[in-house]
């Protein structure tokens, strides 16, 4: 089984960096493809990374490449998020999902509860 948590999430100002995390205590995160999504208030969730099984293949959505690098270290079952050079638009509740693959959540099974972050311009 794959249970998801995430961290890292907070109250930030434009421009300012931030990490999120997401560990997995179940015995089989190594297996899996991971994505982080987000939802902003009142909007549909967003596709923001994705990181294949072994960490040799990424893709970004277009609003997030270039300051956003996502991770994993399957030894810690966690995957990472490091954004820089944040924005007041990227604002929302940050999850992570596993199991799937593509832009579309319905593809994901397993799901985090979620991180809110917060950036203030």
């Known amino acids: 089984q794959v249970h998801l948590v995430e961290s890292g999430g907070g109250l930030v100002q434009a421009g300012d960096s931030l990490r999120l995390s997401c560990t997995d205590s179940?015995?089989?995160?190594?297996?899996?493809?991971v994505a982080w999504f987000r939802q902003a208030p009142g909007k549909e969730r967003d596709f923001v990374a994705i990181?294949?099984?072994?960490?040799?293949?990424?893709n970004y959505a277009d609003s997030v490449k270039g300051r956003f690098t996502i991770s994993r270290d399957n030894a810690k079952n966690t995957l990472y998020l490091q954004m820089n050079s944040l924005k007041p638009e990227d604002t929302g509740v940050y999850s992570c999902?596993?199991?799937?693959?593509?832009?579309?959540?319905?593809?994901?099974?397993?799901w985090g509860q979620g991180t809110q972050v917060t950036v203030s311009s």
């Open positions: 999902a596993a199991g799937g693959w593509g832009l579309e959540s319905s593809r994901y099974p397993y």
């Open positions: 990181i294949s099984s072994y960490g040799g293949i990424t």
């Open positions: 179940g015995r089989t995160f190594s297996q899996h493809n």
